[in-house]
């Protein structure tokens, strides 16, 4: 099945850096790839995804990037704000039968200090 | 319009018991996912429901099972109840299934096994 590794764990920048979560994943199958914010007490929330058949992708201060070729997919944020603080997570998905069979990355915590 | 509503929020249970969970999804939403939530093993697919018909179903064992009413609320069931088992239990809702419609997820119900 897929495996999906992201690094780092926990990732802790100033207020106004920019900040990069990077995932891999095994099964060249996979032709979606979202990513989500968790925050305490809440469940994940979508912020920003992108499908196999594009490289890049940019909602105002996030971007994603993919390649293919090397299985990994990465989330920008730029410009960060403390209420960016947060758990990242990636995950990638498999169509099976029409459906939405993600699997997730173990997150990342991002910390950012005013 | 209401976000994914589950209830209860919090659970304590004892080992060897049985609980049932249940989710309500966006109106409108007819596709409702389950996930497991844990420190050990993050975050993992429990299984969908569309049209009160399960369509696919994570690695997990026979404990656990689910269902779908014609309203598209669910309910998720674990049986024989072990240690393992405590984790956040996260429901999200779609309009239909498939990668073209956003999931919401829902604030998670903690279950803990005592």
């Known amino acids: 099945g897929e495996n999906v590794e992201q690094h780092p764990s926990t990732l802790s920048v100033q207020e106004g850096d920019s900040a990069v979560i990077k995932c891999t994943y095994s099964?060249?199958?996979?032709?979606?790839f979202p990513w989500y914010k968790q925050e305490l007490g809440k469940g994940p929330q979508l912020i920003i995804d992108i499908r196999s058949n594009v490289g890049e992708k940019k909602d105002q201060r996030i971007a994603v990037t993919l390649n293919k070729t090397a299985k990994h997919f990465s989330l920008h944020i730029t410009e960060t704000q403390p209420e960016d603080s947060a758990v990242y997570f990636c995950a990638a998905s498999v169509a099976s039968g029409g459906s939405y069979i993600p699997t997730f990355g173990r997150g990342t915590s991002l910390i950012v200090h005013p | 319009k209401a976000g994914v509503t589950q209830t209860p929020r919090y659970l304590i249970k004892t080992r060897g018991q049985q609980v049932t969970l249940s989710c309500s999804p966006i109106?409108?939403?007819?596709?409702v996912s389950w996930y497991q939530q844990t420190p050990g093993q993050g975050l993992q697919f429990l299984f969908e429901y569309f049209s009160e018909t399960q369509r696919n179903k994570g690695n997990f064992p026979g404990r656990f099972s689910g269902r779908q009413f014609s309203n598209s609320r669910s309910e998720m069931n674990v049986s024989t109840l072990e240690l393992g088992d405590s984790a956040l239990y996260l429901c999200?809702?779609?309009?239909?299934?498939?990668?073209?419609?956003?999931?919401?997820f829902g604030p998670g119900t903690r279950l803990t096994v005592t």
């Open positions: 099964d060249s199958a996979s032709n979606y």
């Open positions: 109106s409108g939403h007819r596709s």
């Open positions: 999200a809702s779609s309009l239909a299934p498939g990668q073209g419609y956003e999931q919401y």
